[in-house]
C-alpha cells in the first residue's frame, strides 16, 4: 500500500518537473499536453549542433502534416533526436533526404514508431545496406513508402511486414541482389511493388505468395535469368507484370499460370530464345504482350492459344524467321479491330509464310475500318 502511494508521488513529481520545464522554455505552448512539451519541437530544433533539420508546413507542436527532414552525418539508430518526433505526431507526409556531407545507414524506426497517422513515407540518397526486420514499425496508418536509390543489398524476413493499409512500396534504384521469401508479409492491402532497376538475380520460389492482391509487380532492369511458375505463386489479383531488361533465356511450360488476372505482359530486351506453347497458358485476359528486342528465331504455332484476348502484340528487333499463320491464327480476329496493333519489323527476316501472314492481316483491318 505505501509502495503504491509512493509510486503515484513519484509520477506526479516528474510530471510537475516536466511541465514546468516547457512553460519556462515557451509561453505560447501553454495549452498543449506536457507529454509533447518535454521534448525538443522536431520543426524548431534549436540545438546548434543538430545532426538533423526538419522543415514542416506548420511549426506548432503536434501542428505539423508534412515534413522534409535533412540528415547531418553521425546519427545513431538509438540517437534521443528520433524521440524528437513525438513532438509531432500529427504527421502524415515525411521525407528523409540525406545532405551531401551526410550519411544515414539505418531506416530510422524509433522515429517511426511515434507517428502513428503517418501515410507516406520517403527516403532517398541514404546508404542502407540492409532493411532489418520490421524496419517501418508495424505502422498500420502507412500507405506508401518509397526508399529510392538508398544502395540497400539485402531484404531481411519481415522487413516489409505488419503494415495492414500500406498499399505501395518503391524500391527503384537500389542494389538488392536476391529475394528471399517472407520478406512481403502481413500486406493485405498491397497493391503496387516496384523494384525496378536492382541487381536481382535470385528470385527465391514463392517470394511473392502472400501478396494476394497485389495488382502491379515491377522487375525491370535487373539480372534475372529465370523465372518459373513457382515465382510468381499467390499473384492471383496481379494485372501487369513487367520483366524487361533482365536476361531470361526462354519461358518454359506454365509459366504465368499463377497469375490468371495478368492483362499486360512486358518482357521486352531479353536476351529470349525459345517460348515453350505452353508458356502463356491460362492467361486468357491477357490484352497486351511485349516481347521486343529478344532472340527469337521461331515461335510455335500454338503458343498464343492460351492468350485469346490479346490487342497489342510487339515482336520488334527479334530474329523472326518463321511465323506461320497458324502462330497469329489464334488472336486474328483480335487483330481486326482498329485498336489493335502488330508489331513485327526491325532484323525480321520476311519469308514466303511471313509476308502471307501480313497481307493477310493488313487486308483484315482494311476491311475493319472501310466497314466501320
Ligand atoms: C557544439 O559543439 C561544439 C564542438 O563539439 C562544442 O564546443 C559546443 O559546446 C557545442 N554546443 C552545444 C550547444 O552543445
Ligand atoms: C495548431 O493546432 C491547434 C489545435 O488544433 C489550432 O488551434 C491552431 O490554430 C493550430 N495552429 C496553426 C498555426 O495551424
Ligand atoms: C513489430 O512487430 C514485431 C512482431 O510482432 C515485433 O517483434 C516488433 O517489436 C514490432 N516493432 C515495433 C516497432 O512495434
Ligand atoms: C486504414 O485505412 C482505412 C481506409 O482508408 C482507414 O479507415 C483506417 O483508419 C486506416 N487505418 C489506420 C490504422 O490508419
Ligand atoms: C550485383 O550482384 C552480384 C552478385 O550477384 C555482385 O557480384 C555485384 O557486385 C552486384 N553489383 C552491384 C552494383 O551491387
Ligand atoms: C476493339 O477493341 C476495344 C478495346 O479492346 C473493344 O472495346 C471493342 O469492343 C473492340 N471492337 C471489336 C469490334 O471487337
Keep these: 500500500m505505501t509502495r503504491h502511494l509512493l509510486l503515484l508521488f513519484l509520477v506526479c513529481a516528474s510530471f510537475l518537473v516536466h511541465d514546468v520545464s516547457g512553460r519556462g522554455r ?13 521534448t525538443e519541437n522536431l520543426c524548431e530544433i534549436q540545438d546548434p549542433n543538430r545532426t538533423i533539420d526538419c522543415f514542416c508546413d506548420k511549426v506548432e507542436y503536434q501542428n505539423a502534416t508534412d515534413s522534409t527532414c535533412w540528415i547531418f552525418n553521425g546519427l545513431q539508430q538509438d540517437d534521443a533526436v528520433w524521440d524528437y518526433f513525438m513532438s509531432q505526431s500529427n504527421m502524415e507526409r515525411l521525407k528523409f533526404n540525406i545532405r ?9 524506426t524509433r522515429a517511426l514508431s511515434h507517428l502513428h497517422r503517418l501515410l507516406e513515407l520517403k527516403i532517398q540518397y541514404a546508404n542502407i545496406p540492409e532493411l532489418v526486420p520490421y524496419a517501418f514499425a508495424n505502422l498500420s496508418s502507412l500507405r506508401e513508402i518509397s526508399v529510392i536509390r538508398n544502395q540497400i543489398v539485402d531484404l531481411k524476413p519481415h522487413a516489409f511486414s505488419k503494415l495492414s493499409n500500406l498499399s505501395q512500396i518503391t524500391l527503384d534504384e537500389n542494389r538488392i541482389a536476391e ?6 508479409v502481413g500486406l493485405p492491402q498491397l497493391k503496387k511493388l516496384y523494384i ?15 501478396l494476394h492482391r497485389l495488382e502491379e509487380l515491377e522487375l525491370n532492369g535487373n539480372q534475372l535469368p529465370v523465372v518459373t511458375r513457382e515465382t510468381f505463386t499467390g499473384l492471383k489479383s496481379l494485372k501487369i507484370l513487367n520483366l524487361q531488361e533482365n536476361r531470361i533465356r526462354m519461358l518454359g511450360d506454365y509459366t504465368f499460370t499463377e497469375v490468371p488476372n495478368l492483362v499486360e505482359l512486358n518482357v521486352d530486351h531479353n536476351i529470349l530464345q525459345y517460348i515453350s506453347d505452353r508458356a502463356f497458358q491460362g492467361l486468357s485476359r491477357l490484352n497486351r504482350l511485349t516481347l ?7 515461335l510455335g504455332s ?5 492468350v485469346p484476348n490479346i490487342h497489342f ?14 502462330t497469329v491464327n489464334p488472336i486474328m480476329e483480335n487483330l481486326k479491330n482498329v485498336t489493335s496493333y502488330f508489331f513485327v519489323e526491325g532484323k525480321t527476316v ?13 487486308s483484315c483491318v482494311e476491311q475493319y475500318r472501310t466497314g466501320s
Excluded: Q, Y
Design 292 to 298: 521486343a528486342e529478344n532472340r527469337l528465331t521461331a
Design 100 to 108: 551531401p556531407d551526410g550519411n544515414l545507414r539505418f531506416v530510422p
Design 196 to 210: 525496378g532497376r536492382n541487381n536481382l538475380s535470385v528470385l527465391h520460389d514463392r517470394a511473392f505468395s502472400h
Design 26 to 38: 515557451k509561453d505560447k505552448d501553454k495549452n498543449k499536453n506536457s507529454h509533447s512539451r518535454n
Design 302 to 306: 500454338d503458343v498464343l492459344r492460351g
Design 179 to 184: 529475394l528471399h521469401r517472407d520478406v512481403f
Design 350 to 362: 520476311l519469308t514466303a509464310t511471313t509476308k502471307l501472314v501480313f497481307s493477310s492481316l493488313w
Design 313 to 326: 502484340l510487339d515482336l520488334r528487333d527479334n530474329s523472326l524467321r518463321t511465323l506461320t499463320f497458324d
